[in-house]
Structures are given as C-alpha cells and as structure tokens.
C-alpha cells in the first residue's frame, strides 16, 4: 500500500473540490448581481415610459 502516494491523491481531490465550490459561487454571484441588474432596469424603465401600463407582462412560450 502506497501511502504517501494514496495522501498526494486524497489532498488532489480536495483542492479540486475546494477549487470547484470556489468557481460555482462565484458563478451563483455573477448571476444573482445579473437577475439584480435585469430587476432594477425594467423598474427604471416603468418609470420612465409613458404609457405605464404597456409592458408591465411578459409573454413566456416554451
């Protein structure tokens, strides 16, 4: 049983796991900051329209 070389491997899989908890938040912030961003300018942009009633809904197909 190689021990030292089963060690390197284990601590290779939790730097790669850190790694990747690392790149999936930072990937869930840049897209909460977007849902934020999309938020805040159809609100700036019901406020600027002038007939606010006209796209107040969004039509969704799928």
Same mark, same amino acid.
């Given at each position: 049983? +190689?021990i030292?070389?089963? $060690?390197? *491997?284990? *601590?290779? #899989?939790?730097?790669?796991?850190? #790694? @990747? &908890? *690392? #790149?999936? +938040?930072? *990937? !869930?912030?840049?897209? $909460? +900051?977007?849902? %934020? $961003? !999309? /938020?805040?300018? =159809?609100?700036? @942009? =019901?406020? !600027? @329209? #002038?007939?606010?009633? /006209?796209? $107040?809904? &969004? %039509?969704?197909? /799928?």
């Amino acid at each position: 049983m +190689d021990i030292p070389g089963l $060690s390197m *491997a284990l *601590a290779n #899989v939790n730097l790669r796991n850190e #790694v @990747s &908890i *690392a #790149v999936l +938040d930072k *990937a !869930l912030e840049n897209n $909460s +900051d977007f849902g %934020d $961003s !999309l /938020i805040r300018m =159809m609100n700036h @942009s =019901m406020e !600027l @329209s #002038v007939n606010p009633n /006209i796209g $107040s809904n &969004i %039509d969704l197909y /799928i």
